[in-house]
């Protein structure tokens, strides 16, 4: 098996992908790999295929970071992540610099201006444009013909979706099912903010929305899941909402695809999650 390229620059993505014809598939991380970003690496292996290519990428994007948050405080373990690719099935890894990928007086940036106005978008100002911006750049640079994005971070998902779509890149986008920890809990760099007391509580979070979702009633599922989660010592309550699952607009009845979504404040981690609503016909 040929050794995994590390390309630094997107000059060297560019070399390199001129001299390949077969599926490329990219799955754009932020690094701190843990056993998600991996499942998410082995399905490119997947889509890709024996002769097809997989590139993940590792950039802390500093665009998609607010003032007050932990861009500086961002885990990089480089070597273990790299060694985590490796394991997983990468050809190669997408490893640029913050100056690589941003001009000091950039003034481009793509922005979506519709999905990204609810849910994560509203206590986050700002994010999805860095997501979109850096997104497009990935794309630009490795010139991927599939790219993995996993549904934890479903309105993300949504919103590149629609970048694709209006943008018109010629690339496949390949969701992937949220991987679960044992107890429930979505896998995410995230949880390692998590004090051992409140990792025993974060599960609870899943389970109040599993056990709500049972309800017909997209606002009795809100309400339901809002009285369970704020019994969680320590929980803050970002959002609760039930959406339409394409427009994430706020779902009015069960006569189309829905999802449960939410962003739950424990300690010094913000957790987010979302589980499907299925169309009750
Ligand atoms: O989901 C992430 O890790 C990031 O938002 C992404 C897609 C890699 C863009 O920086």
């Given at each position: 098996m040929a050794a995994m390229k590390s390309l630094k620059t997107i000059a060297a993505a560019r070399r390199w992908r001129q001299g390949i014809d077969t599926r490329v598939v990219l799955v754009p991380t932020m690094g701190a790999l843990h056993h998600?970003?991996?499942?998410?690496?082995?399905?490119?292996?997947?889509?890709?295929?024996?002769?097809?290519?997989?590139?993940?990428?590792?950039?802390?994007?500093?665009?998609?970071?607010?003032?007050?948050?932990?861009?500086?405080?961002?885990?990089?373990?480089?070597?273990?992540?790299?060694?985590?690719?490796?394991?997983?099935?990468?050809?190669?890894?997408?490893?640029?610099?913050?100056?690589?990928?941003?001009?000091?007086?950039?003034?481009?940036?793509?922005?979506?201006?519709?999905?990204?106005?609810?849910?994560?978008?509203?206590?986050?100002?700002?994010?999805?444009?860095?997501?979109c911006t850096v997104v497009a750049k990935l794309f630009l640079a490795v010139q991927p013909t599939h790219a993995v994005f996993g549904e934890k971070d479903w309105q993300q998902l949504a919103i590149i979706s629609r970048m694709v779509r209006d943008l018109n890149f010629p690339i496949v986008i390949e969701p992937f099912a949220t991987v679960r920890e044992a107890d429930g809990l979505a896998?995410?760099?995230?949880?390692?903010?998590?004090?051992?007391?409140?990792?025993?509580?974060?599960?609870?979070?899943?389970?109040?929305?599993?056990?709500?979702?049972?309800?017909?009633?997209?606002?009795?599922?809100?309400?339901?899941?809002?009285?369970?989660?704020?019994?969680?010592?320590?929980?803050?309550?970002?959002?609760?909402?039930?959406?339409?699952?394409?427009?994430?607009?706020?779902?009015?009845?069960?006569?189309?695809a829905g999802r449960l979504a939410v962003a739950v404040f424990l300690g010094k981690a913000r957790l987010i999650d979302n589980i499907p609503l299925p169309r009750i016909p």
């Open positions: 998600g970003h991996e499942a998410l690496i082995r399905h490119a292996r997947k889509i890709a295929g024996p002769s097809g290519i997989v590139v993940p990428s590792i950039f802390v994007n500093p665009t998609q970071f607010g003032p007050k948050e932990d861009f500086s405080a961002y885990p990089r373990p480089l070597a273990k992540d790299l060694a985590t690719c490796r394991k997983a099935g990468a050809d190669a890894v997408f490893l640029p610099g913050v100056a690589e990928m941003y001009a000091a007086d950039a003034s481009v940036s793509v922005l979506e201006s519709s999905l990204s106005t609810t849910l994560c978008g509203r206590s986050r100002p700002g994010h999805f444009g860095g997501v896998a995410s760099s995230r949880n390692a903010y998590l004090t051992p007391a409140e990792r025993e509580l974060a599960p609870t979070i899943h389970a109040a929305m599993a056990e709500s979702s049972k309800l017909k009633i997209p606002s009795a599922i809100e309400k339901s899941c809002t009285a369970a989660i704020s019994k969680i010592p320590g929980a803050r309550i970002d959002y609760i909402e039930a959406v339409d699952a394409s427009t994430l607009a706020s779902l009015p009845n069960r006569k189309s």
